[in-house]
C-alpha cells in the first residue's frame, strides 16, 4: 500500500536507530505479522478509512430511516408521491478499478438522475447522454495513462487494470507467461495472508462485520442499525 509505506518513510532512519519506524518493521516482519501490524495502524486511522468507512455507512442508513420517519409522520393520512431526499450510491472500489469508464458512467447516471432531489428542485447536475460518454471515457483514458506511468496516487489492481494498460502486441510469448507465472504466485501470497487475516481472533470478527455492512450496502440492502 503505498499509502501507508509514504506516510511511514518520514519516520524511517538507519539501522542504528534505536526506534526504527513502522515501514522499517514492515520490512522485517513475516508477512502475516506485518499485515497485521499494518492492520492496525488503518484500522486505527493512520493511512485508512475502514472503520470510518462503515461509520458512514451506518450513519446515512440512520438518517435515511429518520427521514422515512419524518415523511411518515406528516404524510399518514394523506396519499403523497413526495420521493426521498436522502439518496446514497455506494461504489465498490475494485469496481472502479476495474470498470473505470462503466463506474464513472454510474456516478454520473446517480447525480444526474432525474430522481435526484436538487434535480427536482432545479438545482442538479444535469448531462446528457453523450457528455456522461465523454467524461467517463476522458476519466477512463487518464486513469489508465496514470496507471502505466506509475503514478504513486493512483491505485490499480496488478493483475487486471494495469495489465490492461501497459500490456502491448509487442510482448513476447516468454514475456506473456513470465506475467502469468508472477500473478498467480502474487494470487497465492495474497490468498494465504487474506486467510490468516480471516482466522484471526480479533481482525477476522472486526473485518468481517465490516465487509458484510458493505456487501449489503453494494447491494442495496437495508438493514437498519
Known amino acids: 500500500n503505498h499509502r501507508l509505506q509514504q506516510s511511514s518513510q518520514p519516520q524511517q532512519s538507519s539501522s542504528n536507530h534505536p526506534h526504527p519506524g513502522f515501514y522499517t518493521h514492515l520490512l522485517n516482519l513475516p508477512p502475516t505479522q506485518g499485515l497485521l501490524l499494518a492492520t ?3 484500522l ?8 470510518r468507512m462503515a ?3 451506518i450513519k446515512l442508513r440512520q438518517l435515511q430511516l429518520l427521514e422515512r420517519q419524518i415523511h ?16 446514497v450510491l455506494t461504489m465498490s472500489m475494485d469496481h472502479f478499478i476495474l470498470h473505470p469508464k462503466e463506474a464513472t458512467m454510474q456516478f454520473l447516471n446517480f447525480i ?5 432531489a436538487k434535480n427536482r428542485d432545479g438545482g442538479g447536475v444535469k448531462l446528457t447522454l453523450q457528455e456522461k460518454e465523454e467524461i467517463a471515457t476522458r476519466y477512463e483514458q487518464m486513469y489508465y495513462e496514470k496507471v502505466t506511468a506509475g503514478d504513486e496516487h493512483i491505485t490499480s489492481l496488478s493483475s487486471s487494470s494495469s495489465n490492461k494498460a501497459k500490456s502491448s502486441d509487442t510482448d ?7 506475467k502469468k507465472e ?3 504466485v502474487m494470487n497465492e501470497s495474497s490468498m494465504k495472508l487474506e486467510t490468516s487475516l480471516r482466522e484471526n481472533v480479533v481482525f477476522g470478527r472486526i473485518l468481517g462485520n465490516i465487509e458484510n455492512l458493505v456487501e449489503e450496502s453494494l447491494r442495496g440492502v437495508h438493514n437498519w442499525y
Do not use: F
Not at 172 to 178: A, G, M, S, W
Open 182 to 184: 508472477s500473478m498467480v
Open 55 to 57: 461509520n458512514n455507512i
Open 112 to 116: 444526474s438522475s432525474s430522481n435526484s
Open 172 to 178: 513476447t510469448n516468454d514475456t506473456v507467461e513470465k
Open 44 to 51: 486505527l486511522g493512520h493511512g485508512g478509512d475502514i472503520l
Open 40 to 42: 492496525t495502524y488503518l
Open 72 to 87: 411518515y409522520l406528516k404524510h399518514q393520512h394523506e396519499e403523497t408521491h413526495e420521493r426521498n431526499k436522502v439518496q
